[in-house]
């Protein structure tokens, strides 16, 4: 494995991934699919077992008759102890569909390996004790994001410091700590092209609302391949 800082282009970062993007689109229509519905399914119970739908669907008619009180109700639904626990509660939700991403990184070991993929390497992240290890993951990675993010700079600089976690912890027997210790040590070392291509990565990924929403259906899990390509640069680590 190597550490140490490494020259590489964007040039050769972008052709890679969207290399990987475009020959696994199936897989990436069938991800964002089982993704975002499952979300949607938990965040409904969630936000009506916290009860906060029923309270949205009361003050709705405000919204066109008394936008200020609207504004006024919407504040104190955001503020009160039930939406904080429904926000910790979302963060739980994304960390059970998380490993869903971790099943594209044997997806591109098997293409790179010339190997034949199929439906059930989407979810490699589940098999074994990887979901425990990546729900866990989730769960700290997400809980300081939910702090960060507000602050836009420390959210994003938390994203792409810890952007090599998940790898490490996928292909090498490191632990949570070991991993995170790295993937700074590797992203302070490379710090501008990495920064480049979180930046991409995050446009393209989210670029499918542009498209009418759809769009969203292929994009959303071009961060995968980013990461992918990005690792596969800076660790020198057996893949297949």
């Known amino acids: 494995m190597n550490e140490a800082s490494r020259k590489i282009s964007l040039d050769y970062v972008i052709k ?55 504004s006024s109700a ?56 990887n979901f425990f290890k990546f729900f866990g993951y989730y769960l700290l990675w997400g809980g300081i994001y939910f702090y960060l993010k507000p602050l836009v700079i420390p959210g994003f600089l938390w994203i792409m410091f810890t952007i090599f976690a998940a790898p490490l912890l996928y292909f090498t027997p490191m632990n949570l700590t070991e991993a995170l210790k790295i993937s ?3 992203v302070g070392g490379n710090f501008f092209i990495i920064a480049a291509c979180s930046v991409l990565a995050i446009i393209f990924s989210y670029s499918g609302f542009l498209l009418c929403f759809f769009g969203l259906f292929f994009t959303f899990p071009f961060w995968n391949a980013i990461i992918y390509t990005l690792f596969k640069s800076y660790f020198r680590i057996k893949f297949v």
């Open 184 to 186: 700074f040590k590797v």
């Open 74 to 129: 919407i504040q104190e639904i955001t503020f009160s102890d039930n939406f904080k626990y429904f926000s910790m509660m979302v963060i739980v939700a994304t960390a059970i569909i998380y490993p869903l991403n971790i099943g594209f990184f044997k997806i591109y070991t098997l293409i790179d390996a010339h190997e034949k993929v199929n439906i059930n390497d989407l979810f490699a992240g589940f098999s074994g004790s």
């Open 16 to 70: 890679q991934s969207f290399k990987y993007w475009s020959s696994t689109l199936f897989y990436q229509l069938i991800f964002t699919l089982i993704y975002f519905s499952t979300l949607l399914i938990l965040g409904k119970f969630l936000l009506d077992y916290y009860e906060i739908y029923p309270k949205i669907q009361e003050i709705a008619p405000l919204m066109s008759s008394n936008p200020d009180e609207f």
